[in-house]
């Protein structure tokens, strides 16, 4: 399935769930922060609002 597909989903979601997504996100970007292969590109990203970057991670 094409990462787009996930951008498009969360596009279309409830905010209620689109906040879990969110807080999911925040604990797997804390996850990620700690392998370095993903750190540059998150610590790239984190200046972003979080709903935003969201959406970034799943547009890429």
Do not use: G, W
């Amino acid at each position: 399935e094409p990462p787009n597909q996930y951008y498009v989903r969360i596009k279309c979601v409830p905010q209620t769930t689109k906040s879990m997504i969110i807080n999911q996100t925040k604990q797997d970007m804390n996850i990620m922060m700690k392998t370095l292969r993903f750190a540059k590109k998150i610590v790239l990203m984190k200046a972003m609002p979080l709903d935003v970057l969201v959406d970034k991670i799943y547009e890429t």
